[in-house]
Structure formats: structure tokens, C-alpha cells
């Protein structure tokens, strides 16, 4: 059986009762990151290390907080990210154990407890997560003192389903190294009782020869074809905001962070197809859907990111945001600032695509709809950093493209000063109130 109690006192009995050395029963509220290196004294930690450890335990925090409220959504989301975080690691921070590890076991165990076979080990079950508690209250790695009776009953044979990731690199390599062996294997594969074709025609008898017409003894050798020059390489197409992927997107849900104050996490259909990279599928509507964190906790009240459609950048390359990861960007607008001041102080306010504009709908600047989005855009190349400045709000409330803000776009023949954000099927994007704002 599991430990009861809550979570708090469920890790604080665990760690007085197993790390007595490192914690005084006295304390009440303990610094578990300066308890760290006092109850896994063989490792040295790092400060990327322990700046995990802060994440993790804050994480731990959230759930936490998930669970009392009942808040079936972000607990969901927390324990599927927790879950893909482990199913490559042996422990949160990779191999060292940590205090992190022990108060996500305190926090997961009553739940693993309760969870059905299939919860737990089925083709949509939290497996990774399981090892983990299974791992922390056996292992030496963390010599817990947990009686038997306390502890998870976890059956290692019983798993319903068996994921079976790949690791894109080594299937390369295998595939690579197959490759060249099949290759190297042709080049010295003789077949018994024959010989190459060059060795048979030196040792045929010299009466066959005679035999043989001379112009058939040897193949005339083929004339030389000119080699003919290259075409020239197609001029590259002029720099142009038409490389960035912007869509229509449909806010199904959007909740806070468990992990950062600071952003929501929604849950938005950007009109992918099913199985597209970055997307997942939506259980509660049967959507292709995109996961998005964006900075906007306390700038946009939680409600008005509910069941809306929003602009959203859809090529810039995924990022993950305090243990979510983030495949979009949604397209908000704010007052300009001089240099030094705060950019995110506000107000903030989301752009909006035309009322009738389906999720997915191709979303473009007027005059400047010159070629298709790239796939994903080279954050090297820094496109978005170079062509961000020129988004703007005009007087009308409406969002454009403003050319000379953009010295790539700067002078292009025939390219409109200012071009107004316009959707494929009809309408320009607008804004609330702001204007002149910088739109990011």
C-alpha cells in the first residue's frame, strides 16, 4: 500500500525517516534543494543540474496544486510530459538521483497505486512513470526506508502494451553501415565453379578466338560525349514575410502552465492533417491539434483564450517551455517601447483573424504573397528576428506588413509600403484597440 497522507507530510516522513543524517525532524518546511547534496553525497551536481532539480520540484509543485483543484486537464498534461520526459532516462535528471526523484514518488505513488493495469502499462498508459516509482522505492540508487506493506504493488510482467521507440540516429547509422556492407559484399562475392567475365575471356582456348570475328574480340569503346555546361542556378527569390507559416487557429482550450506563472498552455487546431509533425490528436473532439505555450498569464485573462480563433505562427521550431513543448506561436500585439524598457509590461492584445476564416486558413500580407511557407524556419538564418519588426497595427486597427521597418524588404519593385494582414479566404486581421503597436 502506497503512503496515504498528503503529499507534504508523506515526503517529509519519508525523508526524516530515510535521510536522518541530512534532515532534522524539527524542520517543517526544509530546502530541498540544499538538502540535495547532503543526502546523495557520491555526485557532484552542476548548476544546470540543480536548476533542473528547481524545475522538477516546482513541476512536483503544480501537480500538486492540479490535484486538489481536480483539474483533470492540466493533470493530464503534466503526467504525459513527465512520462515522455522519463521514457529516455533513468532518473528525472538523466542517471543521478535526486531529491526531485523523491518527491515525484511521494506525489505519483498514491496515484499509481490506484491506476488500472491499463492505466498503467496499456497503449495509452504512463509506463515510464510506473518504472520510475517502481525504481525509486527498491533501488539502492535511493535507499528509501519504506516498509513493504507501504509500497506500490507493481508486477514487472504485467505490461499490456510494449512501446517501441527508435532512436532516429542509431537507425541511421544501422541503416547506413548495412548499406555499405551489402555494397562491400558485391564487389567480393564470387560464385563457385565461375570466374569474371575478364579472366574467362583470357583463358578461352585460342582456337574460339581465332574463331571469333575481330571486330567482336573486343567492344569498340563508345566516343566521348561533351560534356555539357551546368545551367546556371535559378536567382534566388528576393527575401519576403511569405516564408512564414501564419494560419488561422482555433483556441479548443487553453489552461495555465503547471510549471511557470507566467504562460498558458492551449490546446489550438491550426488545420493540420492527422499525423503531421508537432500535432496530436485530440481526444474529447477527434482534432489534429497543436500544443502552444505563450506568454500571456496575466496580460489576456484566462477566459478570452477560450474557444477563439487567434493568428499563429506555425513554422518557427519547436521549443519546450518548463517541460511542455511548444509548436506554435500565437500573434499578439503590443504598445512599441524605447529601448531599455519593458517589452511585456503591456497591454497585450490578441491579433484576430476574419470571423469566417476556417482553422488553417492561409494567413498572408497583401502584396507580399509571393511563394509557400518553408517547412520550418532555420533559427540560424534568424527569418523571424528579420522580418518581425515590419508587423505593426495601423490607425484602423488593422495589422500590415510596414516595408521600411525591414532593410531586406526595403525598395523591392513593386512591393507595397505597407501590406494589411489578410486571410486566403477573405478579411483582414485586426486588433482591439492598439495602434501603431508592434505585433509579435
Partial sequence: MAINSAPESSLLSLLYRSYPAAISPDETEPDLLAVNPKIFTRW???????ADIKQWLAMTSGLQTALGKDDKATT????????????????????????ADIAAYALLAPLVEKWSPEERTGEKGYHHIVRHVDLVQNSRLFSLQIPEEEKVGIDVNDVRFVPKPVDPKAEKERKKKEKA????????????????????????????AAAKPEGKQKKEKKEKKEKQPKPAPAPAAPPSPSVIDLRVGHIL????????????VSTIDCGDAPGSDNT????????????VCSGLNGLIPLAEMQGRKIVAVCNLKPVTMRGIKSSAMVLAASPRVAEGEDSHAGPVEL???PADAPAGDRIYFEGWNDGEPEKVLN???????????????????????????????????????LGKLVAKSGGICTVKSLQGATVR
Avoid: M
Fill in 44 to 50: 557532484t551536481y552542476n548548476i544546470a543540474e540543480e
Fill in 76 to 99: 493530464s498534461a503534466i503526467l504525459a510530459s513527465v512520462n515522455t520526459h522519463l521514457a529516455t532516462r533513468t532518473t528525472l535528471l538523466g542517471s543521478k538521483a535526486s531529491v
Fill in 181 to 208: 556492407a551489402a555494397e562491400a559484399g558485391a564487389e567480393q562475392t564470387v560464385v563457385v565453379g565461375q570466374t569474371k567475365p575478364e579472366t574467362a575471356a583470357k583463358e578461352e582456348a585460342p582456337e574460339a
Fill in 253 to 264: 482550450r487553453a489552461i495555465n502552465h503547471p510549471n511557470a506563472d507566467s504562460l498558458y
Fill in 280 to 291: 496530436s490528436l485530440d481526444e474529447e473532439t477527434g482534432k489534429t491539434v497543436r500544443t
Fill in 351 to 353: 491579433v484576430t483573424p
Fill in 379 to 417: 533559427p540560424k538564418k534568424k527569418v523571424w528576428e528579420t522580418f518581425q519588426p515590419g508587423f505593426t497595427t495601423t490607425d484602423g486597427l488593422e495589422v500590415a506588413f510596414e516595408s521600411s521597418a525591414v532593410p531586406v524588404a526595403q525598395s523591392q519593385e513593386g512591393k507595397p509600403a
